[in-house]
């Protein structure tokens, strides 16, 4: 077995862990940490919530106490970037050297301006040999919503519509009902992963939608609705100051279509239903610059996720 293929073996682990952080470590990026000695895993830990430890910290306090020798001898892997400045919990970068480690495996570099770098540059100062990159696409896309909140300086914002199989999202000016008991409770569980919701205004008057997430068990998210006195821009602007990283758009085709045409969007999750209405408002148009990312088809429906290129 070469390092390559061990080291991805190792960062697919840190993966893994990461993802068990996902309700508790935002506004904080989910993380995983993977120490081993020799091809054994004798520690590892994720990021379970924000002000808590970090991965690293946790990944340490589990090797048991026979094993903490050959920590001089091991290598940490870690999803992202350890952090070097002090925040709610101390440098992950100071942890590692004191802990002696021979090596570290990162799989993408942090964005966040008080780390960006630094804390890799602390381990090579230290004598520690690091290596940058392994699955990093992997490893970015895990914490889209972080990366995007800190480069873009906006939330990640994912549109989501259901349409019938000739391109309407209603019948005749109608509500229908295009998703099935199924596919709108997979809507509420979409809902719960994100910190905001929106919806437009008329959406707003003429439904009333509730846009929380009763038909599953997390928290609902934060409820917005865009009336004609705010741009686009402005709000993403304000809730970047709220430090609300990810927002999920459900409005009508009015408001989907001006994130479009503004190109303020990462993600669509599009759910076509064999249900035929001849007429109706018409669904969003499909951007040129899309790439499919994944497809299931549940209870009849096709949901299809697109990512922007």
Not at 37 to 43: A, L, Q, T, V
Not at 69 to 97: F, N, Q, R, W
Not at 175 to 196: D, G, K, N, W
């Amino acid at each position: 077995m070469n390092k390559k293929t061990t080291d991805e073996i190792f960062m697919h682990r840190c993966l893994q862990l990461a993802v068990c952080g996902h309700r508790g470590a935002p506004p904080n990026p989910m993380v995983g940490a993977v120490i081993v000695h020799e091809g054994r895993i004798i520690g590892e830990g994720y990021h379970i919530r924000c002000g808590e430890g970090h991965a690293e910290v946790n990944a340490f306090a589990s090797v048991q106490k026979e094993d903490e020798p050959l920590l001089h001898e091991a290598t940490i892997y870690v999803s992202l970037e350890p952090c070097a400045h002090h925040g709610k919990t101390p440098p992950c970068a100071d942890l590692i050297v004191s802990k002696g480690v021979r090596q570290v495996v990162v799989g993408c570099v942090d964005p966040f301006a008080k780390v960006q770098g630094r804390g890799i540059e602390k381990l090579r100062n230290a004598g520690i040999e690091v290596t940058v990159g392994v699955l990093e696409e992997e490893c970015q896309w895990l914490n889209r919503r972080f990366f995007t909140y800190h480069e873009k300086h906006r939330p990640y914002i994912l549109l989501k519509w259901a349409q019938t199989a000739d391109g309407f999202i209603d019948d005749h000016g109608q509500a229908a009902a295009i998703s099935t008991p199924f596919t709108r409770m997979l809507v509420h569980q979409l809902r719960s992963e994100y910190q905001a919701i929106l919806v437009g205004r008329i959406t707003d008057e003429r439904e009333h939608p509730r846009l929380d997430t009763r038909l599953w068990g997390g928290p609902s998210p934060r409820r917005y609705v865009l009336g004609g006195d705010m741009s686009i821009p402005s709000l993403l602007k304000d809730m970047y100051a709220e430090g609300i990283l990810s927002l999920m758009v459900e409005g009508g085709r009015r408001t989907l279509q001006s994130f479009l045409d503004a190109g303020l969007w990462d993600e669509l999750r599009i759910e076509t239903s064999p249900l035929t209405v001849g007429d109706g408002t018409l669904a969003p148009e499909l951007p040129a610059t899309v790439m499919p990312i994944a497809h299931e088809t549940i209870d009849g429906n096709k949901i299809c996720y697109y990512k922007k290129l």
